[in-house]
């Protein structure tokens, strides 16, 4: 079986981790089967969204395969392997192909650690399983997140929750997770990818022009000015107006027939 599982469905890519017996740890040829795998999702103009998980219950991705790092890392020059890896990432979507714009569901099953945990964080939207856990124990062996995990634990759940898991080591399950806005629901294991499809199917109602320029705009303001941040969201949002479907779907909202509509005149997903 290949070490990753990419299955298209309609406009949907599912990606499974899948080294099961070695709790989905990438290793260095897993590494670039990700790389592939994210850089099709890319270019398939039929794809829109992407869920991601870990093959098994016992996790979603225990970082790097160490028995398959090691050797790399240790025989490098140290000095000038950072510079190198700036390109590289993990697994392609933590750095390098980061700009993916289409949305990205990770559909936590079990331990994201590590590398693990980074992944689960580049992606947009995490649902976590009952059983999920979610731990950076880099610093137990002497270094830390190098692929965006302290970035994006910042950026999502702020300097507390990155100051407690990245000084201590320790994990945190998958309420915890919830509560500091780590993950977005937690379900049922048995329940998870239905919760991972109904997730991508709210997306998917919506245009794809839109939701491809609303996470760009998101990724663009964090950490900028305020000042930067209005005009920047301004630029992008009214730029929507040039979009050709605009116009339909305007019209679909004034005679309330657009699909998912809440409120007073509700419809159908």
């Not at 897993?30 to 794809?47: G, N, R, V």
């Not at 137990?140 to 100051?163: E, F, K």
């Not at 399950?173 to 709210?202: G, H, I």
Request: glycine content about 10%; proline content about 4%; overall charge negative.
């Amino acid at each position: 079986m290949p070490k990753v599982l990419y299955e298209k469905s309609d406009k949907i890519a599912y990606v499974t981790l899948n080294r099961p017996e070695a709790m989905n740890a990438v290793d260095l040829e897993m590494h670039d089967l990700l790389w592939e795998t994210w850089k099709d999702f890319a270019a398939d103009d039929d794809l829109e969204l992407a869920i991601v998980t870990g093959a098994g219950n016992e996790a979603f991705c225990a970082g790097a395969d160490l028995k398959s790092h090691l050797p790399y890392w240790l025989g490098k020059d140290t000095s000038a392997y950072p510079r190198d890896k700036i390109k590289d990432g993990f697994g392609g979507i933590t750095r390098g192909l980061h700009r993916i714009y289409k949305p990205i569901i990770a559909a936590v099953n079990g331990w994201a650690v590590a590398g693990g945990l980074e992944t689960a964080l580049a992606c947009d939207i995490r649902i976590a399983s009952e059983n999920a856990m979610f731990g950076s124990f880099e610093v137990r062996r002497g270094y830390h997140h190098g692929d965006g995990g302290i970035v994006r634990m910042v950026n999502t759940c702020g300097a507390g929750i990155a100051l407690e898991m990245n000084l201590t080591g320790e994990p945190i399950d998958a309420q915890r997770a919830l509560q500091c806005n780590l993950v977005s629901k937690v379900v049922p294991r048995d329940q998870l990818m239905t919760a991972a499809e109904d997730m991508a199917a709210k997306i998917l109602r919506n245009d794809a022009w839109a939701i491809r320029s609303a996470k760009e705009t998101i990724l663009n303001v964090i950490g900028r000015p305020l000042d930067d941040q209005l005009a920047y969201e301004a630029i992008t949002g009214y730029s929507g107006l040039s979009n050709p479907a605009v116009p339909g779907l305007l019209r679909n909202f004034a005679d309330k027939t657009d699909k998912g509509r809440a409120g007073r005149n509700t419809t159908d997903l």
